[in-house]
């Protein structure tokens, strides 16, 4: 057990199934025979079994605290998605919600009052242990024994026991490597980070379209490349569909934030929809970029990558006419008709370095290149890779929060890695690798353009269960560009 942080076990039993799978074995605390106080300046995770109150909770799954009910007192535990998402990679069955402390077995009717306050299990120490502790730097892991059909006075309870203490055992590992994380560090968020105006234009445009036409409003692929953003948009009444013919005809349809080639909006027509168009002013303009450049009989270059949704749209202005360049390589190998009628645009969330490098080695082979009147490569995009170049420089390691086919999330840790520092995008605070925080004491946090401010601040939380936390800024420009709204959500 790391000096920086107690394990506490309250029945020796639970302790005996837990210390199987840590160095030093854990301590019984509250009420167990040989009990004593808690250390109350560390970092905490109380493990042990509980009874289950919500009907999807079954015995021997486990039940990650994230709110300690305790009589009038409700107190949060940001730990909760970090611990859970540790659980849940080690292959065990994890429900994270709230849990009741109560000073009696809770049985009948009283459990079923507990149950309709959304808490999704009960124990007898958890809570009284928090009133000690400070519940910022508390985590509570809980193995169901009995349920609301499977009593704890019943014949089947042994078994029940067993296989809970069972998965106590299974989980004792991912405690030690809590255990091994904790430390006072120092956080350094790279600023700006998260939403673009591009990005928080597109999410208005569905909530206003919600609010203007009541649900559904059908939305054509992900609004943008965020799956909590798109969670909470479907909670809301939004209907994401991969193409139009989905849609109802007649139906309310938003293009995502990306753009799209002409067909679809050909196809949007011939289904009678009410279009309402989402896409990121930026990306507009190089649909134009292209469409002039074309227009004008001339090849174009889309610096870019394959398959992404933004890249799609834009050589589906000129099919003919644009030729995809991934890479260095490609730039050096690529043929076109004519050399001296050729233009590039760019994707607008590339890694800005290695997108000037492949314009520059088209430059050299194509002397008559010409190129966009403006850079492709968005502002936000530029800031916050330039923010988490300065912030790699004096960390230890580097998280992006964004989703894996968030395009301009993906280029963050690749700069960040460029710099020569260790980088990891990870979609949410469960996402994080509890091993990569060993003997780290300076984070580097960004969030890609897409991600939503609240998931910098929840994955901040949650590193401040293991430890202090000193938290800096790094960078600072402030960004003040606004997009105006589609006159559809006026």
């Known amino acids: 057990m790391s000096e920086r942080g107690q394990v506490l076990t309250p029945l020796r039993i639970e302790r005996m199934a837990v210390e199987h799978g840590m160095r030093r074995a854990p301590y019984v605390s509250g009420r167990g025979p040989d009990g004593r106080p808690p250390r109350t300046d560390v970092p905490t995770v109380v493990a042990g079994v509980a009874g289950a109150l919500s009907p999807d909770v079954r015995p021997a799954d486990l039940v990650v605290a994230d709110r300690l009910r305790t009589g009038g007192a409700d107190v949060a535990l940001p730990s909760a998605p970090l611990l859970a998402g540790a659980l849940r990679r080690a292959g065990l069955t994890v429900h994270v919600g709230a849990v009741e402390t109560a000073d009696h077995v809770v049985t009948g009717d009283e459990r079923l009052r507990l149950a309709e306050r959304g808490s999704l299990a009960v124990d007898t120490e958890s809570g009284y242990l928090a009133m000690q502790l400070d519940p910022r730097q508390l985590a509570v892991v809980r193995a169901i024994v009995d349920t609301a059909d ?43 980070q998260s939403f673009c105006a591009g990005v928080e234009r597109a999410i208005e445009i569905v909530e206003r379209a919600l609010a203007r036409h009541g649900a559904p409003v059908y939305v054509r692929r992900q609004i943008v490349h965020n799956t909590h953003v798109v969670a909470e948009l479907e909670r809301r009444g939004a209907v994401f569909v991969q193409e139009l013919e989905e849609v109802p005809e007649g139906a309310v349809a938003v293009l995502a934030a990306h753009g799209v080639a002409p067909s679809v909006r050909v196809q949007a027509i011939e289904r009678r929809l009410q279009v309402i168009d989402a896409t990121c002013p930026l990306v507009a303009k190089v649909h134009q970029e292209v469409r002039r450049f074309t227009g004008a009989g001339r090849t174009v270059f889309l610096i870019g990558h394959a398959g992404h949704e933004e890249v799609v749209g834009t050589r589906g202005e000129a099919p003919d006419h644009v030729v995809l360049v991934e890479s260095i390589d490609d730039a050096r190998t690529v043929q076109v008709p004519d050399p001296d009628q050729v233009s590039y645009v760019m994707q607008t969330t590339l890694s800005v370095e290695e997108a000037d490098e492949i314009a520059a080695v088209l430059r050299e082979r194509f002397p008559a290149l010409q190129s ?77 353009a897409s991600a939503p401010p609240s998931l910098v601040t929840e994955l901040i939380d949650a590193l401040a269960a293991l430890g202090d936390l000193e938290v800096t800024h790094v960078g600072g420009i402030t960004e003040t560009v606004q997009f105006t709204l589609p006159r559809e959500v006026v």
């Open 372 to 448: 966009p009147r403006r850079d492709d490569i968005c502002y936000a995009t530029s800031n916050r890779q330039q923010a988490i170049r300065d912030v790699a420089a004096v960390t230890d390691l580097v998280l992006v929060v964004g989703s894996p086919n968030s395009s301009n999330s993906t280029r963050l840790t690749e700069v960040a890695r460029a710099a020569g520092t260790r980088a990891h995008l990870v979609e949410d605070a469960a996402a994080l690798d509890l091993r990569w925080l060993r003997g780290v004491h300076r984070i580097g946090v960004s969030a890609g």
């Open 150 to 192: 499977d009593p704890l006075v019943h014949p089947g309870t042994l078994k029940r026991g067993v296989a809970a203490l069972r998965t106590l055992r299974r989980a004792a590992p991912v405690i030690q490597d809590w255990m091994d994380a904790c430390a006072d560090r120092t956080v350094v968020r790279a600023e700006p």
